[in-house]
């Protein structure tokens, strides 16, 4: 099969490998979209440390099963389906309680992080055991499918965080995680969203799916208008989707007394944190990370139109042009935001 494999950091060939062979549970599957994670681009370049070449990336997909293992019962060839970008145990103590991203012994799709090498779905083909498969709807197209694991990140945050209806809520960073949350925050009840972004193209797609104000630090006194327009309180809960010092002081500083933080984004390993402004006001941080079984939420969602992801998808594109598309997307400078690249 055709794959788009990670030579060495930012080399990308698009050559034959061999096709991956399933056990008994699991299932092949014919891949027909994947999108391109920016993960994956910080894996690019080694900066994660988490894909060490040579390496098969690529963990959003769907795809159609192609073939089955022995003991496999309740999937058939050609099922469409999509498959949780984490291969978890089913059997260890987080797994029992039903909090699969935490699993002792999980596996992410397409990373290498040194004790463990998964290939991913940047190929024809993908295995993948059959307990982390789920049936998609037929509304849906592969590539709007392909959008289910970035959009549970979304949901699980929104899940994480008591929020009750009519609150407001500041999300800093309008990437694509970001955009999601404000949707999936509209559709949770909120009665404000607060967007906050240096990009100004950004911003405004965040206004066009359900931000309610969209402040750009670089031009506005965020903190003071996000005050203002709480009557001098501060937000109910904030959501940080980059990773870095100043947006993490940004979300911290936007809530009001007894608010509440979650942590999405980790573009960076460490970052400052105001404990005093914490701890003097009671505010109270919930780290999220990836998914924990919301995938059928999820995949219900983007059919009836509760999360559009169409603004979200700026090219869809041919894998074999895949290493091209990686460096625009490296780049930066085109405002691209999801790029979908298809076998």
């Known amino acids: 099969m055709k794959a788009l494999v990670l030579e060495a950091y930012s080399e990308f060939s698009y050559r034959e490998v061999p096709e991956p062979e399933i056990g008994p549970n699991d299932v092949r599957v014919r891949v027909r979209a994947t999108g391109i994670c920016g993960s994956d681009i910080h894996g690019m370049d080694g900066s994660s440390g988490r894909r060490i070449p040579p390496l098969i990336m690529g963990h959003e997909s769907a795809g159609v099963i192609s073939a089955v293992g022995d003991a496999v019962t309740d999937w058939q060839v050609n099922d469409r389906v999509t498959f949780d970008s984490t291969i978890y145990c089913g059997t260890c103590h987080y797994c029992q309680r039903g909090e699969m991203n935490l699993c002792d012994h999980r596996r992410v799709l397409g990373v290498a992080p040194g004790e463990y090498r998964q290939h991913g779905a940047f190929a024809e083909y993908i295995a993948v055991p059959q307990h982390i498969l789920y049936r998609l709807p037929d509304a849906l197209s592969f590539e709007e499918a392909a959008f289910v694991e970035p959009v549970s990140i979304a949901v699980h945050a929104v899940a994480r965080t008591p929020i009750s209806l009519n609150d407001t809520a500041v999300v800093v960073g309008s990437g694509m995680i970001g955009l999601l949350v404000v949707q999936v925050l509209r559709a949770a009840g909120c009665g404000k969203i607060i967007a906050v972004d240096v990009n100004a193209e950004r911003l405004q797609l965040a206004l066009e799916l359900g931000a309610d104000v969209a402040l750009n630090p670089d031009q506005d006194d965020a903190l003071a208008a996000i005050q203002e327009t709480t009557?001098?309180?501060g937000a109910d809960i904030a959501f940080e989707v980059v990773g870095i010092t100043p947006t993490l002081q940004t979300a911290v500083n936007s809530v009001r007394k007894g608010g509440a933080i979650t942590l999405v984004g980790n573009l960076k390993p460490e970052a400052v944190l105001p404990l005093q402004a914490v701890v003097t006001r009671e505010l109270t941080l919930y780290g999220s990370c990836a998914s924990q079984g919301e995938y059928p939420a999820?995949?219900?969602?983007?059919?009836?139109?509760?999360?559009?992801?169409?603004?979200?998808?700026?090219?869809?594109?041919?894998?074999?042009?895949?290493?091209?598309?990686?460096h625009r997307l490296y780049k930066g400078d085109e405002n691209l935001l999801k790029v979908i690249l298809t076998p």
């Not at 999820?298 to 091209?324: F, K, N, Y």
């Open 298 to 326: 999820c995949l219900a969602m983007l059919a009836r139109g509760d999360i559009d992801v169409s603004p979200l998808t700026s090219a869809v594109v041919p894998l074999s042009e895949g290493a091209q598309w990686f």
């Open 231 to 233: 009557d001098g309180r």
